[in-house]
C-alpha cells in the first residue's frame, strides 16, 4: 500500500492561495514637456524632430569636416534657442488676439506653389508627398510662420526707428564697407591679323 504523503503548512497554503499576477511593465514616458512659456509648450519629441532636422541638414550643407563637426556640437543648444524663441513669439501671438485668415494660408500655399515652379495639383502632391507631409499639415505650419511674422512686424519691426543722420553716421564711420572697387567688363576681343600677323601670338593675346 502506497504511502501518502503529509503536505506541511507552507505547500498547503500555497495550494490554497493563487499565485499573485506578475505586474504589468511600468509605462514607458514616451514624451514630456521641456519648455513651457506661459501656455505654449515644446516636448521632447518636437526637441528630437528639430534636431534631427538640423542634423541632417548640416551634413548636406556643410562641407568643411571643421566646420561641420562645430556646428553638429552646437546643434542641441540652437535646437532650444529657437524653440524658445518661438514660444516667446506664440505666447505674445495669443496674447495680442492675433489670427491668421484661410484666405492668408491659401496665399501663402499659392505663394509656396508659384515660387517652386509648381504649376497643377498633381505636382503639387508629389512635392507634398516627397516632403513627408500633408496638405493640412502644410497649412497648420505656414499658418504658425504667419502668426510669428505677424507677432514680429506688431512687437518688433514697427518700432524699429532709424533716424537719418544715425545712417550717415554709420555710413562715415563703416565708408570702406560701401566702397566698390572699380571693374571691367569684357565682352569681346577682337585681334586683327593686320596688327599681329602671327598666329601664336594672337592665340596668345
Known sequence: MAR?????????????????APRPARA??????????????ATLVDY??????????????ERDPAA??????????????DLYEELLLRSRAS????????DQVDRAVQQMRESNGIKTDAEFQTALAQSGTTLPKLRERLRGDLRLREVLGKEVNSKIKVDEEDLRRYYRKNVDEFRVPEQVEMRETVVLETAVPSPEERTRI
Open 4 to 20: 501518502k504523503r503529509k503536505l506541511s503548512v507552507a505547500s498547503l497554503l500555497l495550494l490554497a492561495v493563487p499565485l499573485a
Open 28 to 41: 514607458e514616458v514616451l514624451d514630456k514637456v521641456v519648455l513651457r512659456i506661459n501656455d505654449e509648450i
Open 95 to 102: 496674447q495680442i488676439d492675433v489670427e491668421i485668415t484661410d
Open 48 to 61: 528630437q524632430k528639430r534636431k534631427a532636422e538640423m542634423i541632417d541638414d548640416i551634413n548636406h550643407r
Open 68 to 81: 561641420r563637426q562645430r556646428l553638429l556640437g552646437q546643434a542641441g543648444e540652437i535646437v532650444f534657442k
